[in-house]
């Protein structure tokens, strides 16, 4: 069986805007076999009953998303999330593949028996196909390199409390021993770059959103990523990533690091980028997370530092928990789940935001699918409608508009700062590898048939 997927505006790489053309899906194999460019109307079209057919008409046909950055929290805190709902969620919004974090889960993905228990509790539920980041804590050098042989990504670090007892952070010297160890490994090591202790002023009103700000200053992402590419100085083989990047007087330290030939990538999160400080209002901790949403200043020199390059991609950071750890009813910001829910909503945030400030699809495309799908050493199945890849691809509507409401929310715990927001561009329909797992339209809940890479 073979499945063709013929449009009028298609987005293949390379092109700054979609073309029509037609693509090609093995369905034995869910490779993409073919690509040509034009439309194929219905009187052009086989009867050959072998072949399946789906005509996108003007929708935009995209590659499957690619999310790097989301937290599952299977097995442990299966009430926060799941690998059923959250990777359902990831479709609804065009993501054929998250790359789970090794916290907050429990056990976390330190060593090999806890990754084996992971993939365990991901069988048989994902909608999407995930992948899997280890994590490097305090006196688990010994368990890297089994780690890597067993086939995760790359090791996810913390250079500040990370909120969860079993994950603590690492000191500068044992950064030392593990950077050693991986030098001549082809992963990479992601840090959580805030450094120092976030604290909170006596007498301060937990329900202010400026205290939980101030209580985390761009400082404290300067000084981490000064550490950073002062260790990477030492071990200039091993490719160091800052994860979700919020603090723009860091993209300075980031320009003069790639100046200098340093191997380093940065991305940065959907709520950087479309929320901003002023809009914030008190008492809502549903806006909390770390590093914390800063001023429309700053969100504008981050938009500028992705468009530059020195920003290499976007994730969701999809951190959800609880409703009873968001406080939601005491509004008390300081003491909540530090996270935000945003799986399923990335594209039309993106979309939506990016139409203001001259952003083409073409440009979100290589932020939310190529970019990530390389970074997480995924670019030989991800990232592209090209030959030879999986035939993973979106057909979505750019000019829909829809709000935000909590039935559009297909995570766990239905809690997002979103709802309530106009938003542009909606997922109609996600296929992995020829196969749809996702259908707006759809009654019925489809069969899950990612697979674990």
């Given at each position: 069986?073979?499945?063709?997927?013929?449009?009028?505006?298609?987005?293949?790489?390379?092109?700054t805007?979609?073309?029509?053309?037609?693509?090609?899906?093995?369905?034995?194999?869910?490779?993409?076999?073919?690509?040509?460019?034009?439309?194929?109307?219905?009187?052009?079209r086989?009867?050959?009953?072998?072949?399946?057919?789906?005509?996108?008409?003007?929708?935009?046909?995209?590659?499957?998303?690619?999310?790097?950055?989301v937290?599952?929290?299977?097995?442990?805190?299966?009430?926060?999330?799941?690998?059923?709902?959250?990777?359902?969620?990831?479709?609804?919004?065009?993501?054929t593949?998250?790359?789970?974090?090794?916290?907050?889960?429990?056990?976390?993905?330190?060593?090999?028996?806890?990754?084996?228990?992971?993939?365990?509790?991901?069988?048989?539920?994902?909608?999407?196909?995930?992948?899997?980041?280890?994590?490097?804590?305090?006196?688990?050098?010994?368990?890297?390199?089994?780690?890597?042989?067993?086939?995760?990504?790359?090791?996810?670090?913390?250079?500040?409390?990370?909120?969860?007892?079993?994950?603590?952070?690492?000191?500068?010297?044992?950064?030392?021993?593990?950077?050693?160890?991986?030098?001549?490994?082809?992963?990479?090591?992601?840090?959580?770059a805030?450094?120092?202790?976030a604290?909170?002023?006596?007498?301060?009103?937990v329900?202010?959103?400026?205290?939980?700000?101030?209580?985390?200053?761009?400082?404290?992402?300067t000084?981490?990523?000064?550490?950073?590419?002062?260790?990477?100085?030492?071990?200039?083989?091993?490719?160091?990533?800052?994860?979700?990047?919020?603090?723009?007087?860091?993209?300075?330290?980031?320009?003069?690091?790639?100046?200098?030939?340093?191997?380093?990538?940065?991305?940065?999160?959907?709520?950087y980028?479309?929320?901003?400080?002023?809009?914030?209002?008190?008492?809502?901790?549903?806006?909390k997370?770390?590093?914390?949403?800063?001023?429309?200043?700053?969100?504008?020199?981050?938009?500028?530092?992705?468009?530059?390059?020195?920003?290499?991609?976007?994730?969701?950071?999809?951190?959800?928990?609880?409703?009873?750890?968001?406080?939601?009813?005491?509004?008390?910001?300081?003491?909540?789940?530090?996270g935000?829910?945003?799986?399923?909503?990335?594209?039309?945030?993106?979309?939506?935001e990016?139409?203001?400030?001259?952003?083409?699809?073409?440009?979100?495309?290589?932020?939310?699918?190529?970019?990530?799908?390389?970074?997480?050493?995924?670019?030989?199945?991800?990232?592209?409608?090209?030959v030879?890849?999986?035939?993973?691809?979106?057909?979505?509507?750019?000019?829909?508009?829809?709000?935000?409401?909590?039935?559009?929310?297909?995570?766990?715990?239905?809690?997002?700062?979103?709802?309530?927001?106009?938003?542009?561009?909606?997922?109609?329909?996600?296929?992995?590898?020829g196969?749809?797992?996702?259908?707006i339209?759809?009654?019925?809940?489809?069969?899950?048939v990612?697979?674990?890479?």
């Open positions: 069986m073979i499945l063709i997927c013929t449009g009028r505006n298609v987005l293949l790489p390379n092109m805007s979609p073309v029509p053309a037609t693509l090609t899906v093995d369905l034995s194999t869910g490779k993409i076999t073919d690509i040509v460019l034009g439309y194929q109307s219905s009187d052009a086989s009867d050959d009953p072998t072949v399946q057919w789906i005509d996108a008409g003007d929708k935009f046909v995209l590659p499957g998303l690619v999310d790097a950055h937290h599952l929290n299977e097995p442990g805190r299966t009430d926060w999330e799941g690998f059923r709902t959250g990777t359902r969620a990831a479709t609804s919004g065009g993501v593949v998250v790359v789970d974090m090794p916290l907050n889960s429990i056990p976390p993905t330190t060593t090999v028996e806890h990754l084996e228990l992971k993939r365990k509790a991901a069988r048989d539920q994902c909608y999407s196909d995930v992948a899997f980041w280890g994590g490097l804590i305090p006196g688990n050098q010994r368990n890297l390199e089994p780690l890597l042989a067993a086939g995760i990504k790359g090791f996810k670090c913390f250079l500040i409390e990370s909120g969860v007892d079993e994950f603590p952070c690492v000191s500068g010297h044992e950064l030392e021993l593990s950077m050693s160890k991986l030098q001549n490994t082809s992963t990479v090591l992601l840090f959580h805030e450094l120092g202790s604290g909170t002023p006596e007498n301060s009103d329900r202010l959103y400026s205290t939980f700000l101030n209580s985390r200053p761009q400082k404290l992402e000084d981490a990523i000064s550490l950073i590419t002062s260790l990477q100085e030492k071990y200039p083989a091993l490719r160091c990533h800052i994860v979700h990047l919020s603090a723009s007087s860091a993209l300075p330290l980031i320009r003069s690091a790639r100046d200098a030939g340093l191997n380093l990538t940065v991305e940065t999160c959907f709520h980028l479309c929320l901003s400080a002023a809009e914030i209002p008190d008492g809502h901790p549903e806006f997370c770390c590093p914390p949403v800063r001023d429309a200043a700053n969100q504008d020199l981050l938009w500028d530092g992705l468009k530059e390059g020195l920003i290499d991609f976007v994730v969701s950071d999809h951190s959800p928990c609880i409703v009873e750890l968001k406080r939601l009813g005491e509004g008390d910001i300081m003491g909540a789940w530090g935000i829910s945003t799986l399923g909503l990335g594209l039309s945030l993106l979309w939506t990016g139409q203001r400030r001259g952003i083409s699809i073409a440009q979100i495309v290589e932020w939310m699918s190529l970019k990530p799908a390389e970074h997480a050493g995924l670019g030989n199945l991800k990232g592209q409608l090209k030879g890849l999986d035939g993973d691809f979106v057909i979505w509507d750019p000019h829909t508009e829809f709000m935000v409401t909590s039935d559009h929310l297909n995570f766990k715990n239905k809690i997002s700062p979103y709802v309530g927001m106009t938003l542009r561009g909606e997922v109609e329909q996600t296929y992995l590898r196969t749809l797992v996702y259908d339209a759809a009654h019925e809940e489809l069969t899950p990612g697979q674990l890479l």
